[in-house]
Nanobody, 122 residues
Framework: QVQLVESGGGLVQPGGSLRLSCTDS????????VAWFRHAPGKGKEFVAA????????HYDDSVKGRFTIFRDNAKNTVYLQMKSLKLEDTTIYYC???????????????WGQGTQVTVSS
């Protein structure tokens, strides 16, 4: 049974850092490319960053390029999102999911975890 679990969110001041973690109790994430998404009001979930199954290839949305780093530890079945220089507009719920290796897009039918809340506030 697929069960994605995101963690690591919290309250941080502008300019601060957080590291999010994504794991799955029902499958081996090392077999998949994985991406982070975040809730965008009125738009659903928007793409943040993705990493290939091997961890070699990554892709970022322009809004986070240079500030966020996605990486993985396949031995721990975990994908991370290191967030630095956080801005007020980064505040929202963050989710992870497996994505197609060819283009880092979501599969047609996916299940989502609960997500983890990131709040950037002074």
């Amino acid at each position: 049974q697929v069960q994605l679990v995101e963690s690591g969110g919290g309250l941080v001041q502008p300019g601060g850092s957080l590291r999010l973690s994504c794991t799955d109790s029902g499958r081996t994430l090392s077999n998949y490319a994985v991406a982070w998404f975040r809730h965008a009001p009125g738009k659903g979930k928007e793409f943040v960053a993705a990493v290939s199954a091997s961890g070699i290839n990554t892709h970022y949305d322009d809004s986070v390029k240079g500030r966020f780093t996605i990486f993985r530890d396949n031995a721990k079945n975990t994908v991370y999102l290191q967030m630095k220089s956080l801005k007020l507009e980064d505040t929202t719920i963050y989710y992870c999911n497996i994505v197609r290796a060819s283009d880092f897009r979501l599969y047609d039918s996916v299940s989502w975890g609960q997500g983890t809340q990131v709040t950037v506030s002074s």
